[in-house]
């Protein structure tokens, strides 16, 4: 079992940046792929990164390729989302996520989520 706690979230205008981090729980934390998705009103969940268990290799939708970067601190159990040149279109909760040996970066392949941490940008 995987316990994902996310934080960071806020409120920041147009062009700025944010980072958010997510704590899991277990001594297994460096054997999990992880993701962080975000879901707007009336929208449905997206993948924004996606980090391999060995941090080797990551995935970014064209959406946010260029602004966001997602890491991970294994000794921490803890992963990160930079996000940068941020725009009122990226409002939205963000949710972290992780699954075993993910071939397919779909949310149902995700086995643990945390609550979620909403970001709002500002125009």
């Known amino acids: 079992q995987v316990q994902l706690v996310e934080s960071g979230g806020g409120l920041v205008p147009a062009g700025g940046s944010l980072r958010l981090s997510c704590v899991a729980s277990?001594?297994?934390?460096?054997?999990?792929?992880m993701g962080w998705f975000r879901q707007a009103p009336g929208k449905e969940r997206e993948i924004v990164a996606h980090?391999?268990?060995?941090?080797?290799?990551?995935y970014y939708p064209d959406s946010v390729k260029g602004r966001f970067t997602i890491s991970r601190d294994n000794a921490k159990n803890t992963v990160y989302l930079q996000m940068n040149s941020l725009q009122p279109e990226d409002t939205a909760v963000y949710y972290c996520?992780?699954?075993?040996?993910?071939?397919?970066?779909?949310?149902?392949?995700?086995?643990?989520w945390g609550h979620g941490t909403q970001v709002t940008v500002s125009s």
């Open positions: 277990g001594r297994t934390f460096s054997s999990y792929d």
């Open positions: 980090i391999r268990a060995s941090g080797s290799s990551s």
């Open positions: 996520a992780a699954g075993s040996q993910i071939r397919v970066i779909h949310e149902r392949n995700y086995d643990y």
